[in-house]
């Protein structure tokens, strides 16, 4: 191998490797950001083992709102325990009932648990129903409050806009450069 073909290769490598960082940044903002609020959903980041092993803690699970009569057993649907507590869980329905006023109640636990949780969860407490999740991706949310991850977003954004300027005026500078006729190689 000579020289040259070592370093074309080398340079190759290396495009590929940042283009690959790219498109995981591009999927993590996809998945944390974009499709949430387009859909109108609520990213959470999952802070405890209780829903071990399908959703670790540091996971990302996003939450879609959901009419309380769409809720089956087997669901997992995220619940604010206290009405004056931002605290919220995400677990399973493992059954549904009545509370003692007639109304639905589910009964719910975590997939880690051995016993459902104490109390049982009322249709005004639930904020949604699990869309989907990404294992991970929740640390990164849970590190910056709102203010901070809108900042960091902008951030983001605008960084990968300089590089593809970069990237672009690059490209753009080598084709001017290269005498008419040459084919690279």
Not at 82 to 104: L, M, N, Q, S, Y
Not at 136 to 143: Q, S, V
């Amino acid at each position: 191998m000579t020289e040259r073909s070592r370093d074309s290769f080398l340079d190759g490598f290396r495009r590929a490797g940042e283009w690959m960082l790219l498109a995981v940044a591009f999927a993590a903002v996809l998945a944390a950001v974009v499709l949430p609020r387009a859909a109108g959903a609520m990213p959470y980041a999952v802070l405890t083992g209780s829903m071990r092993p399908a959703m670790p803690p540091g996971t990302l699970v996003v939450v879609r709102p959901v009419d309380p009569a769409d809720i089956d057993v087997g669901s997992v649907i995220t619940f604010q325990p206290r009405p004056d507590d931002p605290t919220v869980v995400t677990h399973r329905v493992v059954g549904i009932g009545f509370d003692a006023t007639g109304e639905t109640a589910f009964r719910t636990q975590g997939d880690a648990n051995d016993a459902p949780d104490g109390a049982m969860v009322r249709p005004v407490q639930v904020l949604g129903e699990r869309w989907y999740s990404v294992p991970y991706l929740g640390y990164l949310t849970d590190l910056l409050t709102g203010r901070q991850r809108e900042l960091a977003i902008q951030l983001a954004v605008g960084a990968l806009l300089l590089y593809a300027l970069v990237m672009f005026a690059g490209a753009t500078r080598d084709r001017l450069r290269r005498p008419q006729g040459t084919a690279r190689a």
